[in-house]
């Protein structure tokens, strides 16, 4: 008999999972229910879509229903999984077209329902329209939309990537943008304090007003936002945009009974199966295991999303592949300002037992003497015993944030802080010193 | 009794070397000979000073002579070492002020004389006026000088890195430019074809005449370059500029028996020793290990020599360093295309008696649907039997060269391409795809 795989969210992670295993299974039955309007899109680039810098939504789906339908896997937008019954192995799908109501039995489960905004409810008036946060296309489009209307001051709630990127492209379009954070600097879950002061600098280069270490108590307005109340000062605003960091949307794991982890996010193995049989998970709604601390983490990035469905996907396709982890490496940019990230800030290494010694180097992202010059800071995070890599972050100019991926790959190697100041790395005066900075903060941390 | 360092020409390998045996040996008594006007100079920035995109001579010398002079090296330009007498350790330095020659003794010698551009005397005329090559900083001012006189066409001989960067320089300044180059694509030496062609693509968008595959026979004038002449087509130009690549100075080495290696150049071990006693050799005129090869190499490149110098001082300075060996990383452009490489090419690989297979990857530099995505590619060769990775190439749009460093520390770490395919690199529309191109010629390389 046909198997059935049944995908629940029809994103990053839920659709690699599919592409994969209909790559290698072409027998299987594939179905994915998402309830929004689109599938398999980058939310990456919905900040760029909503400020206008990417012109259509088309640009931002990978792959339409069309397209699944030709690879033979049935997509079903606006269809919301409400509940699932593990015993009977079946599902409750919502059609949101008419609101009716049906069950459908699965082999396989792929649990991808991703993340959703955190709007914590401590915040008065977080639900108020003209409140908006970024998580789906259709979020995107709400937000261009108001964008697009007539509006003058936006109040961004969090400096987090999605904060950052929606902050740069509201200044592009000529908005007056304060932005509000509890943290000392913006990043504050991923830089430490010297690289995210930088980061500070770079958002208030482009014109936005930042308040570091502000709380935001309320949003104000009646029937529609009107501006944001703070501990000691209000700020007026006709648009809202929360950047409080994202949640796993677990809730219909944990009533069906998928066991979660600690992190709150649905537990899994590096095969991506959950504890029960037959049911999958990847993506913004799992866990993973971060590969210097040893632990288990949940961390919401399409990076993540697409490698673990893909494995999520190869092994219920038959096949046999394990998740080697993550490191958490991230970049983002606002303005000329460009941020790259990996591994552990220094108090995460402390608090997985390392004992963190740091490398700075202070340089431009260019040979010294060219002209397109920019400064950039690189800082490298070693273990004082052994020169392990633990971490490793970039503040910088143009062509700053990708030279991360230089200290994830050795992170990942387990090449020490000492070994990578000796790596042939490229040079040319556009584009470095002859002393990458990488070796130089490498070399420091290695002392 | 004070020891004495002597250094035999005052560049990267040379000054580096002195710079840390005085950090390390606050005692030695440190003497640098060099036959120009200048020391420890950015070499590779001089295509860019004599096209005038880097304003000052100045910009280009990290320290100068009164600076090292504060560190207690006693440099002395026009000042040129012309034997090398080893069984009395000495030497005999012609003054080029006044002609006269006197000796000098020494207790370590720092041989690093570097290399020269190729002047084959196969091509009639190559020593004619107006044949200019680039090596020393008189060099680069001696051909910004002839660019900025009433010159309208130039010929460069070769299409290596020089070559490229002259052509670039030279078309900014509105010159017509023909390249000619005896091998089928430009960089030959370090690409393979299907990446040569894509750079022939980039040479030939910024308006560079290049014919491939044509020897150059002769210069053509009498008392001064007024063209050049090939086997079926004759080219004017007013100007001549040899990119033929470099060859090691190694004449007073060779006159004074310090040991050549096989590739012409000084042998030397990890610490940078000769096969004489306190005589120490690094940079252009050096060889050094190929981490992937094994083999000997001579590589004229700015960033080895500043490496291996920085091993001998080490050792000069009875420290304990060893060169880790090379892979061979270069990185250049050429109008708006950049070029990366590291490891072996194909053919090379097979010599070193691997099984190289391609993974191919065609995309853009940043998300497909960013306004500034161009194309780049990326070629990863990896062993057969164990996925070993061997080299890689990338040519592309803005902020192509420098991920060639990723793949330089994979390769350098002894990341196979199987698990390269799922490193945890960094991702933002401006930035990449979310599955960089990196990861999926690795994945191709792989299978």
Redesign the interface.
């Known amino acids: 008999m046909t198997e059935r795989l049944v995908v629940v969210g029809g994103d990053?992670a839920g659709m690699s999972a599919a592409s994969q295993a209909r790559r290698l299974r072409p027998g299987l039955e594939i179905i994915a229910f998402e309830r929004g309007s689109h599938v398999s899109y980058?939310a990456?680039?919905e900040p760029?879509f909503a400020g206008g810098?990417?012109d259509s939504i088309d640009?931002?789906i990978a792959r339409t229903p069309e397209q699944f339908a030709a690879m033979d896997i049935d997509v079903r937008l606006h269809h919301e999984v409400v509940e699932i019954d593990l015993y009977r192995r079946s599902l409750t799908v919502r059609s949101h077209e008419d609101g009716s109501e049906s069950p459908i039995g699965f082999d396989h489960l792929m649990y991808a329902t991703g993340s959703k905004p955190a709007r914590p409810d401590s915040i008065e008036g977080i639900r108020l329209p003209g409140v908006l946060g970024l998580r789906t296309l259709d979020d995107a489009v709400a937000l261009r939309d108001t964008i697009d209307s007539d509006i003058k001051r936006v109040a961004v709630l969090g400096g987090g990537?999605i904060g950052l990127?929606v902050a740069e492209v509201l200044v592009g379009k000529g908005l007056l943008v304060t932005m509000v954070t509890s943290g000392q600097h913006v990043l504050e879950r991923t830089l430490d304090a010297e690289m995210g002061e930088l980061a500070n600098n770079g958002v208030r280069e482009i014109g936005v007003d930042l308040h570091t270490g502000m709380r935001v108590r309320c949003i104000r307005g009646t029937d529609r936002a009107t501006g944001i109340g703070c501990e000691e000062e209000e700020f007026p605003a006709d648009l809202v945009v929360i950047g409080l960091g994202t949640v796993p949307e677990v809730e219909l794991a944990r009533e069906a009974g998928i066991p979660l982890g600690g992190t709150g996010a649905v537990a899994v193995d590096d095969r991506q199966r959950t504890g029960v049989e037959g049911v999958w998970c990847a993506g913004d709604c799992a866990e993973a295991t971060h590969?210097i601390s040893g632990r288990q983490v949940n961390i919401a990035?399409?990076?993540?999303a697409?490698?673990a469905g893909r494995v999520a996907g190869t092994n219920i396709g038959n096949g046999d592949a394990r998740?080697?982890?993550?490191?958490?490496?991230?970049?983002?940019?606002v303005g000329r300002t460009e941020i790259?990230r990996?591994g552990l800030k220094v108090h995460e290494a402390r608090l997985a037992g390392y004992d963190p010694v740091i490398g700075m180097a202070t340089g431009t992202t260019t040979?010294?003497?060219?002209?397109e010059a920019e400064r950039m800071d690189v800082m490298v995070i070693a273990n004082r015993s052994d020169g392990r890599l633990l971490g490793a972050q970039i503040v910088g100019g143009r062509?700053s944030?990708?030279?991360?991926?230089?200290l994830?790959?050795?992170m990942?190697?387990?090449?020490s802080a000492s070994?990578?100041a000796?790596?042939?790395?490229?040079?040319?005066?556009?584009?470095?010193g002859?002393?990458?900075l990488i070796h130089i903060a490498a070399r420091r941390a290695a002392r």
């Open positions: 990053a980058s990456c680039g760029y810098l990417v640009d931002l990537y990127e590969r990035l399409g990076t993540v697409n490698k998740f080697p982890g993550v490191l958490g490496t991230a970049i983002t940019r790259g990996t040979a010294g003497y060219w002209p062509g944030a990708k030279k991360i991926d230089v994830a790959t050795a990942w190697a387990g090449v070994e990578l000796w790596v042939d790395l490229g040079y040319a005066p556009p584009f470095s002859v002393w990458d």
